[in-house]
């Protein structure tokens, strides 16, 4: 049986940069998120898992194009994980700093991130050709 993951996180855009993470077993950066839990909701989740990850606090503006992979980037097991994302507004920025196995928290110019300048998730790539991640947060 193929695993199945549903997992949630917000897309966080403030002066053209992106609000990214990186944990202990990815070498790429990340949007803040993570996996739904039975009984939450999707949004419930995303916030969630953002203030477990980075201590931030968000509202949630919009959804965003979901994406559907079938391997793990970075193990390459094969599973089916549904990234789901909402446009966000930051409220504590003051306040972020790396919790759980979150090693760095950055924010990270979105056109060097189109230029290939920084190891990034697929569904960042995915969210920036869409037009869901851009220079201007609209």
Not at 43 to 67: A, H, T
Request: contains cysteine; aromatic residues 6%.
């Amino acid at each position: 049986m193929v695993k199945f993951i549903v997992a949630s996180g917000p897309v966080i855009i403030e002066d053209g940069k992106l609000l990214v993470d990186k944990d202990n077993k990815d070498d790429f950066y990340k949007i803040p998120g993570g996996t739904v839990e039975v009984g939450d909701s999707l949004v419930d989740s995303c916030k969630r898992e953002f203030k477990e990850e980075v201590n931030g606090e968000v509202e949630i503006i919009r959804p965003l194009n979901p994406m559907v992979i079938y391997k793990n980037p970075q193990t390459d097991e094969e599973m089916t994980i549904v990234l789901i994302h909402y446009l966000g507004k930051l409220l504590n920025k003051e306040d972020l700093k790396p919790l759980e196995s979150i090693r760095e928290i950055l924010w990270l110019d979105i056109n060097e991130i189109k230029e290939g300048k920084h190891n990034v998730a697929p569904n960042i790539k995915f969210l920036i050709e869409k037009g869901d991640i851009k220079t201007k947060n609209c």
